[in-house]
């Protein structure tokens, strides 16, 4: 893989993004690409445009813990000029991950529009949880009953409703259909992984960067504990071997930062200790840490 050109203390951000989750076998494109999701999402009334069109921010995709398959979409919608915090804005992610058992029908897990809640949503069937507090945040259309209720465990109950009272998620909704499982998470400017940086001096570039894989780490270890609590019950080994893997992408993002700066024939730096440790004990309490950095 080329690597992107330092001149003297001084490179393209984008450039060294893409080539640092090229490392891992991770794709950033810049601008993004429309998710496929998104016609149907839009038919769901789960994201609406009220200005006619998105902006497609970035798109990362790549192969995640145990060979799962992902994508990560950056998008925001105008919010309408004269309009305070208005329901027209979203700035947020969709991530698709492909799940390994297929679903024979169609689940999502809306957000609560209280009293305009539907009966169906596109044929599917409203479902009814005993968790009070789950029903306070979600809504759940199914057009298979028995599916759903065997998917959403009552882990998976308490872990969406938990990320949705993150202080940095402001929405959290999901949907299960057919191969995939798709999470629309409206963020707000809490979160974003395409961020349009500076070019600037080589450290800050590589600390930015890294800072950004580190959350999206551990943004991914907080879905994919949900995700493992499809149908079934997360396992702590499980939760350990994630944990290792995330570790091991980013040891190899650092490293390949540091073979970078000492081909310009600078005196190397070590890797980053304090990005790594942060996002070593943000992965092993990914919730918690959240709440603080966000605080």
């Not at 690597?3 to 951000?13: D, E, R, T, Y």
């Not at 306070?136 to 298979?144: L, R």
């Not at 893997?245 to 980053?272: H, I, Q």
Request: one cysteine or more; a neutral charge; aromatic letters at 10%.
């Amino acid at each position: 893989m080329d690597k992107p050109v330092i001149a003297g203390n001084m490179l393209s951000f984008t450039k060294l993004r893409q080539h640092l989750y090229g490392e891992i076998g991770w794709t950033f494109k810049e601008p993004g690409r429309r998710p496929e999701i998104l016609s149907n999402l839009e038919k769901w009334r789960m994201i609406k445009s009220y200005v006619g069109g998105y902006d497609f921010n970035g798109t990362l995709t790549g192969i995640g813990f145990d060979g799962q398959p992902f994508q990560i979409h950056d998008l925001s919608v105008p919010d309408i000029p004269g309009e305070i915090q208005s329901n027209s804005y979203f700035r947020g992610v969709i991530v698709s991950l492909r799940q390994a058992n297929l679903f024979s029908g169609r689940t999502i897990i809306a957000e609560d529009k209280g009293v305009y809640n539907p009966t169906t949503v596109d044929l599917m069937q409203r479902i009814k949880f005993e968790s009070d507090d789950f029903e306070h945040i979600f809504e759940v259309y199914s057009d298979c009953y028995d599916e759903a209720s065997q998917v959403i465990t009552s882990g998976m109950v308490k872990r969406l409703t938990n990320f949705s009272q993150l202080n940095y998620c402001r929405k959290v909704q999901c949907v299960l259909d057919g191969p995939d499982v798709h999470f629309i998470l409206r963020l707000g400017n809490n979160f974003s992984f395409s961020q349009q940086l500076p070019s600037g001096n080589f450290d800050a570039a590589k600390k930015g960067v890294i800072a950004e894989a580190g959350n999206i780490c551990i943004l991914f270890e907080q879905l994919f504990r949900i995700q493992a609590c499809i149908g079934q019950i997360d396992s702590s080994e499980a939760s350990k071997s994630r944990l290792a893997f995330y570790k091991k992408c980013l040891v190899k993002m650092l490293d390949a930062a540091k073979n970078m700066e000492s081909g310009t024939g600078r005196s190397a730096t070590a890797p980053d200790d304090n990005n790594l440790s942060y996002s070593e004990h943000a992965l092993s309490s990914p919730d918690d840490t959240v709440r603080r950095k966000a605080s």
